[in-house]
């Protein structure tokens, strides 16, 4: 739906903004679409899908560009505030941090599938509830001093992303699979076979610094890489203060968050339980 098209896209790029604790103060909108067959009235609605993000984001749309474009596109250059004391970075966690994951994951697997006409209305439902849920907790998590490191879960899935910020601060990462968020009728489609194929290019670039159990299946490691679009923030804090940073998530509708493993000393990587 070209309404939605507009809204996820809106809400992943206003989430660089969130992911570094900052508040977004204004947006410029990027719309490309081949202009001699593509429809105006979808047209209207992608921007129209933009324009309510920002509405709820409180952040007017200040201008931008169209183009005339073979393959359509749509996004937005979001800008946005933070006293420079409180950026949170990728790479300064710290050895003892708990790592907390916003969103549940999934979004890419449900993508896979949507192309193929395959998700069900029930499961669209809940991508798109997903992928259109702004990453708000950001701004009240950079006033933590307890929160050392933060970053968004998105095109590099959830190993590639954690690697960012044990690369970054030269620390090991651990995390138990069971304990991770994942969407109902993603889990599903996972089990099922569906996958991305980003999810394998994601695997083969972190896969020397990782180690999985002996013998886990498949379907496991493709949703550890699986691409987010408009994915939850990473949370790195200290942890005296996780219970602070869950709540934050659950005061603001994040059903989902929860506490997934924890940072160490150690040989820079991760391993999976």
């Not at 073979?70 to 941090?97: C, H, M, S």
């Not at 869950?246 to 150690?266: C, D, N, T, Y």
Request: charge should be neutral.
């Amino acid at each position: 739906d070209p309404y939605d098209f507009g809204r996820i896209a809106a809400t992943n790029a206003i989430s660089d903004v969130y992911a570094m604790g900052g508040k977004p103060i204004f947006a410029l909108a990027l719309l490309g679409v081949p202009m001699n067959n593509f429809p105006r009235e979808a047209m209207a609605r992608i921007v129209a899908g933009g324009h309510s993000v920002c509405d709820v984001a409180g952040i007017p749309i200040a201008g931008g560009h169209s183009i005339d474009s073979p393959e359509p596109f749509y996004g937005l250059v979001a800008l946005g505030l933070i006293q420079p004391d409180r950026v949170k970075r990728n790479d300064q966690a710290r050895a003892g941090d708990v790592l907390i994951l916003g969103k549940g994951l999934g979004i890419g697997i449900m993508g896979a599938a949507l192309k193929k006409g395959e998700l069900k209305p029930k499961a669209y439902a809940q991508m798109l509830e997903t992928a259109t849920q702004l990453n708000t907790p950001g701004i009240a998590l950079a006033e933590l001093e307890g929160v050392h490191a933060m970053t968004d879960v998105t095109g590099f899935g959830l190993l590639g992303h954690l690697l960012e910020i044990c690369r970054g601060s030269r620390l090991r990462g651990d995390i138990e699979f069971d304990r991770l968020p994942v969407l109902s009728a993603a889990l599903h489609l996972a089990q099922q076979g569906y996958a991305t194929g980003a999810s394998e290019r994601n695997w083969e670039s972190c896969s020397r610094d990782v180690t999985l159990p002996h013998g886990m299946a498949d379907w496991k490691q493709k949703l550890l890489c699986d691409p987010q679009t408009s994915g939850g923030l990473l949370v790195a804090c200290g942890a005296e203060s996780a219970g602070q940073v869950l709540s934050i998530f659950q005061e603001q509708g994040f059903k989902h968050a929860r506490e997934i493993g924890r940072l160490a000393a150690g040989p820079v990587g991760v391993t999976v339980r």
